[in-house]
Each structure stands twice: as structure tokens, then as C-alpha cells.
Nanobody
Framework: QVQLVESGGGLVQAGVSLRLSCAAS????????LGWFRQAPGKEREFVAA????????NYADSVKGRFTISRDNAKNTVYLQMNSLKPEDTAVYYC?????????????????WGQGTQVTVSS
């Protein structure tokens, strides 16, 4: 089992950068693919990015491609989401999630474990 705790959210202005972190418990962290999702008020949770066990493969939603970068440090049991050129439409609660599959799924139901989320608010 994996427990996930996100951090790094906040209130920022459009155009700036922010880095989210997700710390995981458990000694099998490197066995999980990891993903970031987000949920804006009144909207469904949506896929943002995912990274494979060893970090060699990544996948991004079209809306963040070229602006966001997902990475992981298995020695620190942590996954990151570097968010650049933030836009007001990036405002949401951001969640990290873990999945045992080697594939980089983009659907919520594919992920087995979830964090509590961290709020990101981007003002115009």
C-alpha cells in the first residue's frame, strides 16, 4: 500500500511557475507509475501527467504539454510536477496518484492510491 501527500500549492499570478511535490510512504514506491490529476470547481477530475516506474516514459494532457514537467526521485519517494507559464485555467486542486501498472493510464479509475490534494489558484 502507498500513502501519498501533496504539497507546494498556493496562490500565484498568471505567468509564473510553481512546483508541486508528492511524497509517498512505503518501500515499493519505485514499483508504481505515478500520475498527477486536477479538479476544478464544478468539473470532473482530469488527467494532467504521468510517469513510469523508472521515469523513462512520460505522458501529458494536451492542455499542459510544453508547460508542465513531471519527474520522480525514487531515492526520495517523491514525484514532482513543475508548472511553468501558469494560466488562470490551471486553477484546481491537484492530486497525485499511484498505479501498479507499467502503462501510463490517463483515467482516474486506473489509479489505485490517491493523495488528499493541494490547491493551486492562478490569478489573472
Amino acid at each position: 500500500q502507498v500513502q501519498l501527500v501533496e504539497s507546494g500549492g498556493g496562490l500565484v499570478q498568471a505567468g509564473v511557475s510553481l512546483r508541486l511535490s508528492c511524497a509517498a510512504s512505503g518501500n515499493t514506491f519505485s514499483s508504481y507509475a505515478l500520475g498527477w490529476f486536477r479538479q476544478a470547481p464544478g468539473k470532473e477530475r482530469e488527467f494532467v501527467a504521468a510517469i513510469s516506474w523508472r521515469g523513462s516514459n512520460t505522458n501529458y494532457a494536451d492542455s499542459v504539454k510544453g508547460r508542465f514537467t513531471i519527474s520522480r526521485d525514487n531515492a526520495k519517494n517523491t514525484v514532482y510536477l513543475q508548472m511553468n507559464s501558469l494560466k488562470p485555467e490551471d486553477t484546481a486542486v491537484y492530486y497525485c496518484a499511484a498505479d501498479r501498472s507499467p502503462l501510463l493510464y490517463t483515467t482516474v479509475r486506473a489509479y489505485d492510491y490517491w493523495g488528499q490534494g493541494t490547491q493551486v489558484t492562478v490569478s489573472s
